[in-house]
């Protein structure tokens, strides 16, 4: 067999079998916190079961190095192959989803953040026109702190750590919470910024009566991956209109992304996947080749 094809399949069984017993575990995330602090834990929470899963990529891939192509070692294709459907389905239909939100057309939304690398703010202007100055100001104070976050980017990365965690509900579960805080943590960014609670407020009910009214508008969910809007089902935006006419706290820290706190996160990252890597370059066969022998003996 080719390197790269059981590199592949290797993946897929290893990774699988590392992933979904994880995605099993009752993870909770603590969202009495503020709401900026509740949104980085809720977004931890989406990874932690796929993190294990990156590290046992970087693991094969080391060994990958030093193997020769094609695989020489004896081993059962037919056991390899079997086992690594199941995964094989749930990673493909995670990477089809992902596509898709790629290629299609966006849904119609009255005010929301488009675009992965250069975000950018989308406005009805029929809703424009029905928001006094206040209002007005306030959504895109919401919307412009989506945008500074990247959140369209980040959306659709969650989904996609979702998906790879089908098909046990409480990951999609995880995915809507995790949602819900990221559009509390924006109001509350929009309004240390200046905006009213109020006005905030005002703009989440016309938003929702405008998208009712509207004929492509999409209102009663939250958006699909690749945007992020002011909208959410009719029980989140009561909670968000009752936590918006609450007046904010008297020592309030301002909500700024701690760039410093997630590169050194990213770095750790890339230096765990790097020694990881390494460390499969040096032992992997050393490990690798009993299990593939096992298989031809099984």
Do not use: K
């Amino acid at each position: 067999m080719g390197r790269e094809t059981l590199l592949t399949l290797l993946i897929l069984l290893f990774g699988g079998l590392v992933l979904q017993p994880l995605a099993l575990l009752p993870w909770r995330v603590r969202i009495d916190a503020p709401p900026v602090v509740a949104e980085r834990r809720a977004w931890r929470r989406l990874w932690l079961p796929v993190l294990p899963t990156l590290v046992v990529g970087a693991w094969l891939c080391g060994w990958a190095l030093r193997e020769p192509d094609p695989v020489t070692t004896r081993f059962d294709h037919g056991m390899i192959i079997g086992a690594s459907l199941p995964f094989l389905a749930v990673a493909l239909r995670a990477g089809l989803r992902a596509l898709w939100v790629l290629v299609r057309q966006p849904v119609e939304l009255p005010i929301c953040t488009v675009g992965f690398l250069h975000p950018r703010v989308v406005f009805d202007p029929h809703l424009a026109r029905l928001l006094e100055d206040g209002p007005l100001h306030a959504a895109l104070e919401h919307e412009r702190a989506h945008a500074r976050h990247r959140d369209p980017l980040r959306i659709w990365l969650a989904q996609l750590a979702t998906d790879l965690q089908w098909p046990w509900p409480w990951a999609h579960r995880h995915f809507q919470v995790w949602l819900e805080i990221l559009e509390h943590a924006r109001d509350e960014e929009a309004r240390e910024l200046g905006a009213s609670g109020t006005d905030l407020a005002a703009a989440v009910v016309a938003t929702a009566r405008h998208a009712r009214h509207a004929p492509r508008a999409c209102f009663g969910a939250f958006p699909p991956g690749g945007q992020a809007a002011l909208l959410g089902d009719a029980h989140s935006l009561a909670e968000r209109v009752e936590r918006l006419l609450t007046p904010l706290p008297e020592q309030v820290v301002p909500n700024q992304r701690p760039l410093g706190r997630d590169a050194a996160a990213l770095a750790l990252l890339a230096l765990l996947l790097g020694a990881v890597l390494v460390w499969g370059a040096v032992y992997g066969n050393d490990l690798l080749h009993p299990f593939l022998l096992w298989t031809w003996n099984a």
